[in-house]
């Protein structure tokens, strides 16, 4: 699967609402608030101006949230799969997270096929930039011409990321949870490609796979634009609890850092370093850690 392949489920003319309950109005509502333009279509078999079944859509949906438990999610996924669709947000926890989830993970990939999905165990994605939220939450994002790119495998991380006041323009804010199929560094390569997108920021637990990773910063320093990480799991606890959230392996903080130099990933250690960084990498290009220098006619101004 090609980057380009999520064109259609990040741009999309129509989103597929699958699903019923808070979290699913919150999609529609969100929705409406960013200003997207394209058909909305809800998939339930009772909800009132609903359509019954997944097989009953007017079209092959370009995106589609789906918000079904999580052993219905891969019979929903195959549907959409089958019916040519362009990719769906995988909503549903319980899969490589839990101690039985792996035999569900595999039947989720196999049910996808060739379509993409982000998650399972996510929110989802806002993207400021052409008007879209395949979101089930509040989040603080407003349309934007320009801007960088976030990427997480938190959702709650991402939701409060975008809270910021720190005139940060963020221009597509992204969730990727167990990184199942699409992970971080596809997401990450294929928003670099956007002239739009001026830097990427990352929340790391588990870097996935390392080929990937090496793909989207070969794109990131051909096209000069600087990616920002920061990444969790720095003791014991921390290891485990990434385990347990989104199944990811977050290895050797040592480890993490030989390779992140390694690749020309700016290292963090805050969010708010995160943001202050993203701001500087939006506004004047590259970021080259190091000592910096501070002037002002006052000893008591730089204080």
Same mark, same amino acid.
């Given at each position: ?10 741009? #999309? ?46 079209? #092959?949906?370009?995106? %589609? ?11 929903? &996924? ?23 989830? =792996? ?39 407003? @349309? ?9 495998? %938190?959702?709650? &991380? ?31 390569? =294929?928003?670099?490609?956007? @002239? ?14 390392? %080929? ?8 990131? =320093? ?13 003791? *014991? ?8 959230? !989104?199944?990811?392996? %977050? ?9 992140? *130099? ?7 250690? !805050? ?10 990498? =939006? ?21």
């Amino acid at each position: 699967m090609t980057t380009r392949a999520l064109d259609r489920l990040f741009t #999309p003319r129509h989103v597929a609402v699958i699903g019923g309950g808070a979290w699913c109005r919150s999609v529609f509502d969100g929705l409406g608030r960013i200003g997207f333009d394209g058909a909305i279509w809800h998939v339930h078999p009772t909800a009132e101006d609903a359509v019954r079944n997944v097989e009953d859509l007017p079209a #092959p949906p370009d995106a %589609s949230f789906v918000a079904v438990n999580r052993k219905s999610t891969v019979q929903v &996924i195959r549907q959409l799969s089958a019916m040519g669709a362009g990719g769906a947000v995988c909503f549903a926890s319980g899969y490589a997270e839990t101690a039985d989830g =792996h035999l569900l993970d595999a039947a989720l990939l196999d049910a996808a096929g060739d379509m993409p999905i982000v998650g399972p165990n996510c929110y989802g994605f806002v993207n400021a930039l052409d008007g879209v939220a395949v979101w089930p939450d509040v989040h603080g994002l407003v @349309p934007v011409t320009r801007g960088v790119a976030i990427l997480t495998q %938190s959702s709650n &991380i991402a939701l409060n990321l975008s809270m910021q006041r720190r005139g940060l323009p963020i221009g597509f804010l992204g969730t990727a949870g167990n990184q199942a199929q699409i992970g971080i560094s596809a997401m990450g390569q =294929h928003l670099l490609q956007d @002239p739009r997108i001026t830097a990427l920021g990352l929340y790391i637990e588990g870097v996935g796979e390392l %080929s990937a990773l090496q793909a989207m910063m070969q794109t990131a =320093h051909a096209l000069g634009k600087p990616v920002i990480a920061l990444k969790s799991g720095r003791s *014991d606890a921390a290891q485990s609890a990434a385990l347990s959230h !989104t199944a990811s392996m %977050s290895g050797s903080d040592i480890g993490a850092t030989a390779l992140f *130099d390694r690749l020309g990933i700016v290292r963090v250690d !805050t969010l708010c370093a995160l943001t202050e960084a993203l701001k500087h990498a =939006h506004l004047f290009g590259q970021v080259t850690p190091g000592p910096i220098a501070s002037l002002s006619c006052s000893g008591g101004r730089q204080v």
